[in-house]
């Protein structure tokens, strides 16, 4: 499907792994000349009920049906957000691209799965949904990420390097004429974690960490971590299993206070992002991500890493990544490539994601 309005008017829907809530931006995205453009109209992002945070907490270790059943009903629930937004805002939309949650990532087991069925969102917002963004390039032998990339690559060019701090830090660039991107570590989803232990939610302005010291011993655990060892520039990525498996029974292993926990977590998020990037000419470095509001955390990574750090404007830092599934969406249905092998290791490029199209008619 081509849509002939050369502005494309969409809504992003976004849900990350640290369970901030639902992301909602309404994006415009123009072509002109061969270059896009584009403006972050208007976002917000709304808390999730504790119903429905437990749900998507919980739901990887309950039943098909269940898991069904919430993919469904999750569905008509960013639908309904998604279409009171529009209203509320009195907007015209020409689609709505969703990322959904992801609760499966398993791309060695060739398969990934992000709740929230694009059928229940069109049939509340009736309106076409482009989602299940990653499952394609999984098929292909990819790791379905990470997929901001391509945004990156063809709506923040003027940056040598993109990094984003959310649930997990990922990276991307230009190497050898093609663009490389792979997670770097997990961020928010371990330090809310943390906090959680004490009954916070997050550890605000990094605050907690900023108070404690770092375990030399903790720290050198988690920096000799397999996924470590991997070749930087080859694709990777990381998801909730991981960390379950191997960074929760460290932190636990080691019976420090949170502040100690936070601040050698911090340090260790500055490590391996420094790792990744500081052999690479010096450019640019573009942040984005709740992260960036974690004051601690990046005075640790101005200590190590050695390129311009550059943090934009409030509404690029919470909304890029809707932002860019939302880009994502207009890619797929103008049928262009929007998930690039080189960054996934698929075996072809490819433009990913399903389209439902509701064509409701209404009868008197």
């Not at 123009?30 to 919980?58: C, D, G, M, R």
């Not at 937004?85 to 959904?100: P, Q």
């Not at 932002?323 to 690039?340: H, K, P, T």
């Amino acid at each position: 499907m081509k849509i002939s309005n050369p502005t494309y008017k969409v809504i992003g829907l976004m849900s990350g792994t640290s369970l901030d809530g639902l992301d909602i931006a309404y994006c415009e995205f123009s072509l002109i000349n061969k270059k896009w453009s584009f403006q972050i109209v208007q976002a917000e992002t709304l808390p999730y009920p504790e119903e429905w945070k437990q749900h998507l907490i919980s739901l990887e270790n309950t039943n098909a049906a269940t898991y069904e059943y919430l993919n469904m009903k999750y569905g008509f629930y960013i639908g309904y957000k998604a279409s009171d937004f529009i209203i509320k805002n009195k907007l015209t939309v020409d689609f709505v691209s969703s990322h959904g949650h992801t609760i499966f990532h398993q791309p060695e087991n060739k398969f990934t799965s992000q709740l929230g069925s694009g059928a229940a969102i069109a049939s509340k917002c009736k309106l076409p949904v482009v989602c299940d963004f990653r499952s394609l390039d999984v098929a292909l032998g990819g790791q379905g990420a990470p997929l901001v990339p391509i945004g990156d690559q063809l709506l923040f060019s003027e940056y040598a390097y993109c990094l984003n701090l959310g649930g997990f830090a990922n990276v991307s660039y230009e190497y050898e004429n093609k663009r490389i991107a792979y997670d770097i570590c997990p961020v928010n989803i371990v330090m809310n974690a943390i906090c959680e232990l004490t009954g916070k939610l997050y550890d605000n302005n990094g605050e907690s960490a900023q108070s404690g010291m770092i375990s030399q011993y903790l720290l050198a655990e988690l920096n000799e971590l397999d996924f470590y060892r991997i070749a930087i520039n080859m694709p990777k990525s990381l998801g909730k299993e991981w960390v379950l498996k191997n960074i929760h029974p460290l932190i636990e292993k080691y019976e420090l206070s949170e502040s100690d926990l936070l601040c050698t977590f911090c340090e260790h998020i500055a490590t391996q992002i420094a790792k990744a990037i500081n052999h690479r000419p010096i450019g640019k470095l573009f942040i984005t991500g709740g992260g960036v509001y974690n004051g601690f955390l990046i005075s640790c990574i101005k200590k190590q890493v050695v390129h311009e750090i550059c943090i934009p404007d409030k509404k690029t830092i919470e909304f890029k990544e809707a932002l860019i599934f939302a880009f994502l969406g207009v890619l797929r249905m103008r049928n262009e490539i929007n998930c690039l092998k080189s960054v996934t290791g698929a075996s072809a490029e490819s433009s990913c994601g399903a389209i439902y199209n509701p064509n409701i008619i209404e009868y008197e």
